[in-house]
């Protein structure tokens, strides 16, 4: 018998060490790839659909956008061309000119006119029934389908094509720009025009199917191995503008931060998004390129006034914003690069105000108002989610904690409650909290499109009504000329610090990082990367 | 034998049945929509209220559940609303993960508990004996998630040894046939995959196997020293017999009885093992299914996963019933 252990002891250190010599992987921030290895990226989330306009998913997004284009595009937050080479919006805002880029060819061959892109229009318009449930975004930005949309009709000569709309609205351009309104290709949409649709819980089998759309991206679609959650790209050598350096691109959904961490560590991946701000300098060290964007969102504390009538006075409202230490949260929480936010928008927008009022730190002063406004005491329930990661909040139990200590040192009791993520964001929006955390990243350079998803009208969540307010957003809604909408909402962002329906808390610049040995991408504030820029070094 | 067989498989169906009523009830009682997980934080009521229309959300909770008992009779579970993909495709394609995971696991156990346990007991009361019984005991105290970031900071985060997730390097082409990949590597001759497929199972597996390992070893011991005061094994010895007949023979086919028992309860337990194991490892396997599908409210693929595995627990149970006849030639008699 002694033998026999002898035996198992001798083949499981043979075992082991075999394992050790041919699984020998870890990454030191240099690893050893090279022209024609795959790059593999760490998506924080799988990709749904392939079909961009069927999704408002961020991370099916990022795949998307690599292989389909967009009549306009985005260089930081300045909004540039795409298959449009130049843009024109008519004096009224209702009518959008575009000039196509000449020779651009679809991954199956077919030629970019005037006429494929408003067959892309027609189509994304005339969605009905099931098909309205899943298209979030056109209903958002075009308000609606069929006769009820604000999509009038597209026009096209040769590369001119001209999108008319019935009302003007700060959503426009903007919206050309969204990945989730990117040009297929006419055969895409010949073969797919029939299709059905069940209920929303169904993606239809082309949106599941590599080959069955083509876009005029850097890359095509290769495979898609729902099993491990992993879409392979390919270069398109016929691409229009510079060809992507990389040959073959795997994005990898692997949903837990740590476990992204981990891979790039032991060198399965050689990129991830979202990096913990907390692991930002533990990877630098170790030899990672982790570029930090600049901030394109906003956290804030949200009050819910219907359900706490302290919430309704001016005082406590003020008293909470001069209790909340917001450095404190930059400082220690936040990525390097973060910042204290005086206003419901990131400050890289024209619409951004200089002169709002500002509320600091101040505890003296937000204990006197607790006290002039007889709410010692006083208890607040202040609701933040579990199980989430966003951009704009990094590590929220932590800013939670950091909140409750100053809430209670101003002179409130805290009843905390925890809720997970999806839960979270449905107690919020049905007014089922006093105090939140929540924020919003920009879908693209528009303050509306910070300040329209909040304040725009009455809302539950709110519960607060100023008509000064929310008179000044709808102009701004539907002023067509830039400058002037930017002027009335700049105006609208003072008024609403005013009147402090919430504390707008931070901007958080998200962290992406990158294996030494490649050349990463420049960094997007709108986490609209561009995988062709990389190319191994 | 066949009418005992038969009479299990029908006692599946109330038992079934019942899990949906509990299942449907559960889900009734949760809090929170998939329409929350499947839109943005800024979407409109009018959005909200047209998903929740599409999704037959809106219906009447007995018009909910007479789809939903229709669905289960016709196999039909819908779409899983995170992926979009019918329910029974996406089961299909990841149950073999979480049953590779699963065996791998099992024979893990049982090829070092047994033994382990055999040994302890045989040499009762020293180092190997106490070693056994204290880590096992921490065995069974080690929560699974805890020891799989342990396992994977370890072996692949500091000496990098061992993949850390999934079931094959990212970007391997493998030839898919049975859907276990280690399998599948030797049946097409494509070793590196079989190869590449073992390291992915070695940390899962391990954290998976910790608990059944610990227990596994307690109860073999547990048996094996009750088993050897028994008269049979006295008269045994007492008849001359050599000791390798007499431990195998004699005290190893009696004390495996409950060894078996165990085994097929721990191997129905597995499963919950694998939502965390899976989850962690990012194994597309159903434990991963269940854990996504539960935060996002994602009903279809909730109860096509639970009805898979309350069914692999019952037909499972019944293996071990029936292999009791095998190992016991007492209860065949009877």
């Known amino acids: ?537 | 034998m066949l009418r005992h067989t038969l009479k299990r498989l029908l006692q599946l169906i109330p038992a079934l049945l019942g899990l949906t009523v509990v299942l449907f009830i559960w889900y009734k009682l949760m809090p929170g929509g998939p329409e929350y997980a499947l839109l943005p934080e800024n979407a409109s009521d009018a959005q909200r209220e047209a998903m929740r229309e599409s999704l037959g959300l809106n219906d009447s909770i007995w018009v909910q559940y007479g789809n939903f008992l229709k669905d289960i009779v016709t196999f039909d579970f819908g779409s899983s609303v995170t992926t979009g993909r019918e329910v029974s495709t996406e089961i299909a394609e990841r149950f073999p993960a979480t049953l590779e995971l699963g065996l791998a696991a099992m024979v893990l156990a049982i090829v070092v508990g047994v033994p382990l346990g055999y040994f302890a007991a045989r040499k009762r009361g020293s180092l190997l004996d106490v070693a056994a019984v204290s880590g096992s005991l921490i065995g069974i105290c080690t929560p699974v998630f805890f020891l799989a970031v342990v396992l994977k900071v370890i072996f692949a985060e500091l000496l990098g040894w061992l993949p850390t997730l999934g079931r094959l390097s990212s970007g391997e082409t493998y030839t898919d046939i049975t859907g276990f990949r280690v399998l599948d590597g030797l049946l097409s001759g494509e070793f590196h995959v079989a190869w590449d497929a073992v390291q992915h199972l070695i940390l899962p597996a391990m954290a998976l196997a910790s608990i059944p390992l610990a227990i596994i070893t307690r109860i073999t011991r547990a048996s094996v020293l009750e088993v050897m005061d028994e008269d049979y094994v006295r008269t045994a010895n007492a008849k001359g017999l050599g000791q390798t007949t007499v431990r195998v023979s004699h005290v190893m086919r009696n004390a495996l009885l409950p060894v078996v028992t165990v085994v097929g309860l721990l191997f129905g337990g597995l499963f919950a093992g694998a939502v965390l194991t899976e989850t962690v490892f990012e194994i597309n396997g159903i434990g991963r299914f269940v854990y996504t599908a539960t935060s996002n409210r994602d009903f279809p693929a909730l109860l096509g996963c639970i009805m898979l595995v309350a069914v692999v627990f019952v037909l499972i149970n019944l293996l071990v019933d029936l292999s009791y006849n095998l190992i016991d030639p007492r209860l065949r008699v009877k």
């Not at chain 1, 027609?122 to 609606?144: I, K, L, P």
């Not at chain 1, 999509?151 to 426009?172: F, M, N, P, Q, R």
């Not at chain 1, 966003?390 to 409750?404: G, S, W």
């Not at chain 1, 920009?442 to 304040?455: I, K, Q």
């Open chain 1, 1 to 537: 018998m002694r033998k026999l252990t002898k035996a198992i002891a001798v083949a499981a250190v043979a075992g082991l060490a075999a394992t050790a010599c041919s699984g020998e992987t870890k990454n030191s921030g240099g690893s050893s790839a090279g022209e024609g290895d795959p790059f593999i990226f760490g998506s924080g989330g799988q990709v749904t659909t392939l079909d961009p306009v069927l999704t408002s998913d961020g991370e099916t997004f990022r795949v998307t956008r690599q292989v389909y284009d967009t009549l306009l595009d985005h260089d930081g937050v300045e909004m540039v061309p795409g298959l449009a080479e130049s843009w024109e919006g008519s004096d009224d805002g209702l009518d959008w000119h575009f000039k196509l880029r000449s020779d651009v060819t679809f991954h199956d061959g077919s030629e970019l006119t005037g006429d494929v892109v408003c067959q892309n229009f027609d189509r994304w318009q005339t969605f009905e029934g099931e098909w309205e449930a899943v298209t979030y975004y056109w209903g958002n930005m075009f308000q609606g389908y069929g006769e009820e949309s604000n999509y009038a009709g597209c026009e096209a000569d040769g590369l001119d094509v001209t999108v008319s709309v019935k009302e003007a609205s700060a959503d426009y351009p903007g919206a050309f720009s969204m990945a989730t309104f990117a040009i297929l290709s006419p055969k895409s949409i010949e073969k797919i025009k029939d299709v059905e649709l069940e209920d929303a819980s169904e993606m239809p089998d082309y949106s599941q199917e590599v080959g069955s759309l083509a876009g005029t991206g850097p890359f095509k679609f290769d495979s898609w191995d729902h099993s491990s959650n992993e879409i392979t790209l390919t270069r398109n050598d016929e691409y229009w503008g510079d060809k992507a350096g990389l040959e073959t691109l795997i994005f990898k959904a692997i949903e837990n931060e740590q476990t992204r961490r981990q891979a790039l560590i032991s060198g399965e991946i050689h990129g991830y998004d979202l990096v913990s701000p907390a692991d930002v300098i533990e990877l630098e060290k170790e030899g990672f390129n982790v570029p930090t964007r600049d901030v394109f969102n906003v956290l804030y504390l949200g009050f819910t006034e219907g359900n706490n009538p302290a919430l309704a006075k001016p005082e406590v409202r003020q008293a909470i914003a001069h209790a909340l230490d917001r450095e404190r949260v930059v400082d220690t929480i936040l990525p390097e690069g973060g910042k204290v936010a005086t206003q419901f928008m990131p400050e890289g927008l024209n619409a951004w105000n200089p002169d709002v009022q500002t509320y600091e730190h101040d505890m003296d002063e937000a204990q006197d108002l607790v006290s002039s406004a007889g709410e010692d005491g006083t208890t607040l329930e202040f609701c933040y989610p579990t199980d989430v990661v966003r951009p704009y909040m990094p590590n929220v139990a932590d800013i939670f904690e950091i909140f409750k200590a100053n809430l209670e040192e101003a002179g409130f009791e805290v009843e905390p409650r925890a809720i997970t993520w999806t839960d979270y964001v449905q107690e919020v929006h049905n007014a089922g909290c006093e105090l939140n955390l929540l924020g919003w990243t920009g879908d693209f350079n528009e303050a509306f499109n910070f300040l329209g998803t909040w304040f725009d009208g009455y809302k539950e969540e709110w519960g607060f009504e100023d008509e000064e307010i929310f008179d000044l957003m709808s102009e701004a809604r539907t002023e067509p000329d830039r400058e002037k909408r930017d002027e009335l909402l700049s105006e609208a962002s003072a008024l609403i610090m005013d009147y402090l329906p919430g504390v707008p808390i931070s901007h958080s610049p998200p962290s992406i990082v990158f294996t030494d040995d490649v050349n990463a991408p420049t960094v997007s504030p709108l986490t609209q990367e561009d995988f062709a820029e990389m190319s191994w070094k």
